[in-house]
């Protein structure tokens, strides 16, 4: 096993063996954050659902109000007057079957993926590179539509996508830890306020069986019960 460098041993030598208040959490992981790079605040909530069941998938977005602090690389297919909508917007990357090829190239210089409807003919050949990537444009998560200008904008004002993987845990990221504090809290609420929204209807008993925060380097902290609590009042 590789050996704990003194800063992350000291961390775990603070972090007491309890649930954290939000706040607590959050102020706890910025006072231990001692890498020169801008660690990201990220999420994990465990939920009481059976991903196999399609009718227990959990997935959906939110716009966290104070963004996530990474700079998203969108690119759109589009065609006609959407092309100048999608490049009005924001969109760093807009075209149709000659960025098809260039992806089937190898090319994946991009973030996220958005798409008109009439255009996934061309992006359904994609799938295979797109796919794996979480890519692949989804009408559920809003990346095909026709109203490109509100995917590009939402997206550049911090759109996050949440999904429930196999083991029923959805990941997040809530923002950088240099963020003030009270807009990482916000951003924290909105995100469990969302998936919270999210319940599926087949869900039975508890929904939500534990809720941690975590930085990209940092250790794991459960957050009390009482958050959810407030959150669902």
């Known amino acids: 096993m590789a050996k704990r460098g003194k800063n992350y041993r000291k961390t775990i030598a603070d972090l007491e063996d309890r649930p954290y208040g939000l706040d607590e959490a959050i102020d706890f992981l910025k006072s231990h954050a001692y890498t020169k790079f801008d660690q990201t605040l ?3 909530m465990r939920l009481g659902v059976d991903p196999k069941h399609a009718d227990q998938m959990v997935r ?3 716009v966290l109000p104070h963004g996530t602090g990474k700079s998203q690389r969108i690119l759109v297919f589009a065609s006609g007057e959407k092309i100048k909508e999608a490049e009005e917007a924001g969109a760093d990357y807009v075209g149709g079957e ?9 090319w994946l210089e991009f973030d996220k993926v958005i798409s008109t409807p009439d255009m996934m003919k061309v992006v359904g050949r994609l799938g295979r590179m797109l796919g794996p990537r979480g890519l692949m ?17 939402e997206i550049k004002a911090g759109k996050v996508e949440f999904r429930v993987d196999k083991t029923g845990i959805v990941h997040a990221p809530l923002g950088k830890l240099s963020f003030p504090e009270d807009k990482l809290r916000d951003n924290a609420l909105s995100l469990i306020g969302a998936v919270l929204k999210a319940k599926p209807a087949a869900a039975k008993g508890r929904y939500v069986k ?24």
């Open 60 to 62: 959906g977005t939110v």
């Open 42 to 44: 990220e999420i994990a």
């Open 210 to 233: 534990g809720v941690s925060l975590t930085s990209t380097m940092g250790p794991g902290l459960r957050l009390d019960e009482a958050v959810l609590s407030a959150i669902e009042a």
């Open 98 to 106: 000659e960025l098809a090829k260039k992806i089937q190239g190898g």
């Open 137 to 153: 444009p989804n009408p559920k998560s809003g990346t095909v539509t026709f109203d490109v200008k509100r995917a590009v904008e």
